[in-house]
């Protein structure tokens, strides 16, 4: 098939089948109808277009899913592309048994299964392969017993993507597995935490006797750490590519760019200093959306890409810094807060926010750790319990 027939096929689907103003002045709840929608989406192929057929795809190349995902974005349309940015069923297409597989792709491609990461722990963030969460295989299934924490949307979630310590007596990085495990069972229980934001997203989660089936497993016995790899790769290059706006909900602009509308609102655009922070806040999105593009050209699928951590890094600069000079441009009004200051209260929520990219997914100061070791090539930080037995590693 030509692009031009492909973008052809993709146009005439989407205007059969797209009906955004119904969508949006319905009187029901969006969450049935964006599902039927997906579903739709799915079973067209154009979820995951790159994919197999066999996995709801359409075994089309780069160059030509880019297409159908630009016949999307261009009458904003979701659902497409998820073999880029759905952390969950990529790593399960990679990794995963076929039972696995054929139970949980199409619903997750659909949407319809809430999903959290289950990595960090109280004695482990940055330094992950420390995990002391323990899954122990007895017959068909693994008994888990542990605490995560920073567990995003862990009350809601059907699936928790685990990784857990199968066996102690190899060194830290090699007795890691990885597992899907389910979170509706009395062996999960879920507390939240208050967050910066004064939000409640993450949580903690209290492992005791849980119970998960063998063919939840993705990879080896042992091999986690190399589908944790995939899986933060995915992570990163969605947190790289995208953010969390305001939530104020007021219309920023009319197709202006932002910060130039607010510093026009608020008479700052003629300060030369203003402009100049302004275009450099411009400048770095910019280039990040360019070498985004260019980082996941390079992601093969069931790979790591080191790379990924420069985009999300960088990232993390371009929300610090877009904070910043909202707040420049308010002055002394950024003092203030409360839905009759909607500015103040995007710029307050925004600088406290992009904290979630800084810190979320590994910190900044580990994706430099990766960006000089695994890019640069420099010499890696001295780790003293790298090569000893887990159950020889000192723990807090
Ligand atoms: C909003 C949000 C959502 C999150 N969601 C999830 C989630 O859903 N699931 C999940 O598992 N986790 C989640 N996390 C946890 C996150 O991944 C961890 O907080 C992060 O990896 C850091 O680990 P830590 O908090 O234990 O800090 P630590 O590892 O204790 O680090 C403390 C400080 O030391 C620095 N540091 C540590 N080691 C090094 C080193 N080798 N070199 C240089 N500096 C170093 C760090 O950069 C940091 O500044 C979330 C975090 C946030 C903020």
């Known amino acids: 098939m030509t692009d031009e027939e492909l973008r052809e096929e993709v146009g005439a689907w989407l205007a059969a089948h797209w009906k955004p103003a119904a969508r949006e002045t319905g009187a029901d709840s969006m969450a049935p109808r964006k599902s039927a929608w997906m579903a739709k989406v799915v079973e067209a192929g154009w979820a995951a277009p790159r994919w197999p057929r066999q996995w709801l795809g359409r075994g089309l190349d780069d160059h030509q899913a880019r297409i159908v995902e630009m016949e999307f974005a261009r009458v904003r349309a979701p659902g497409s592309g998820q ?40 004695g482990a963030g940055s330094d992950l392969a420390g995990v002391r969460t323990r899954a122990d295989r007895i017959d068909n299934h693994f008994v888990v017993n542990g605490q995560k924490v920073w567990t995003s949307s862990a009350a809601t979630a059907d699936y928790g993507m685990l990784i857990a310590r199968t066996d102690w007596d190899v060194p830290k990085h090699r007795g890691i597995s990885f597992f899907f495990l389910p979170m509706k069972q009395p062996g999960v229980e879920v507390l939240p935490l208050r967050q910066i934001t004064n939000e409640s997203h993450f949580n903690e989660v209290f492992i005791t006797d849980a119970i998960v089936p063998a063919e939840n497993l993705l990879g080896e016995m042992g091999e986690g750490w190399r589908v944790l790899q995939t899986a933060l790769a995915y992570e990163r290059s969605v947190m790289g590519e995208a953010a969390r706006g305001p939530r104020s909900g007021v219309a920023e602009t009319k197709g202006e760019e932002v910060l130039i509308a607010l510093a026009r609102e608020a008479g700052a655009l003629s300060d030369p200093v203003m402009r100049q922070d302004i275009a450099r806040a411009i400048g770095y999105r910019e280039l990040n959306a360019l070498n985004t593009a260019r980082a996941k050209a390079d992601l093969a699928q069931g790979t790591s890409s080191p790379i990924m951590s420069l985009g999300k890094l960088a990232m993390s600069r371009i929300l610090h810094e877009e904070a910043r000079v909202r707040t420049a441009i308010l002055g002394a009004g950024s003092l203030m807060e409360g839905p009759d200051h909607p500015r103040a209260e995007d710029a307050n929520f925004l600088a406290l926010n992009a904290y979630f990219t800084s810190i979320g997914g590994g910190t900044d100061q580990i994706q430099r750790n990766i960006i000089g070791e695994r890019v640069l090539g420099l010499p890696k930080e001295p780790e003293i319990d790298r090569d000893i037995p887990f159950r020889e590693v000192r723990g807090g």
């Open 83 to 122: 073999d880029r940015t759905n952390l969950w069923a990529n790593t399960l297409l990679a990794r995963g048994t076929e039972a696995l597989k054929a139970r949980l792709i199409a619903p997750l491609l659909r949407g319809e299964v809430g999903m959290c990461l289950l990595y960090s722990e109280p």
